[in-house]
């Protein structure tokens, strides 16, 4: 079996099927007949858009800000990733300040510590 030339979409194209899709209620299975776009690549570009739906249900958009949600990536999208940077600003402080509490309670008392295990023979 041969396998076939891997297309390549332009984004005026996938932006084209992703609009067809949403107007159309189509499932990933009739894009894949209908534009030759497998349910993988369907899916991918999808959410690279925003507006994935929950798994294994198509998502929930109306026709007339499907387009808005494809052209500018969603509100949600958008809220996502001003939280996800966010997140990341502030993670590293966040982490350190933790380490550095662990390892005062850790060694705050600075007698030494007992070994466990059997207790030593004295001389």
């Known amino acids: 079996m041969a396998k076939r ?3 390549s979409y332009t984004e005026a194209q996938r932006k ?5 899709a949403i107007r159309e209620d189509l499932t990933a299975e009739q ?3 209908r534009f030759s776009v497998t349910p993988v ?3 991918s570009w999808r959410k690279k858009a ?8 198509r998502p929930k958009v109306r026709v007339a800000g499907a387009a808005a949600s494809i052209a500018g990536g969603g509100v949600a999208a958008q809220l996502r990733a001003g939280v996800q940077s966010r ?9 350190r300040e933790e380490v550095s509490r662990y390892l005062d309670e850790l060694f705050a008392g600075s007698a030494p510590r007992r070994r466990r ?3 030593r023979k004295q001389a």
Request: glycine fraction near 14%; charged fraction near 30%.
């Open 117 to 119: 295990g059997r207790p």
């Open 31 to 33: 894009v894949k007949k």
């Open 16 to 20: 084209q099927i992703l609009e067809t």
């Open 87 to 95: 997140v990341r600003e502030i993670l590293p402080g966040i982490v």
């Open 41 to 43: 690549t369907f899916y």
């Open 50 to 57: 925003g507006i994935v739906g929950k798994r294994g249900r």
């Open 5 to 7: 030339a891997r297309k």
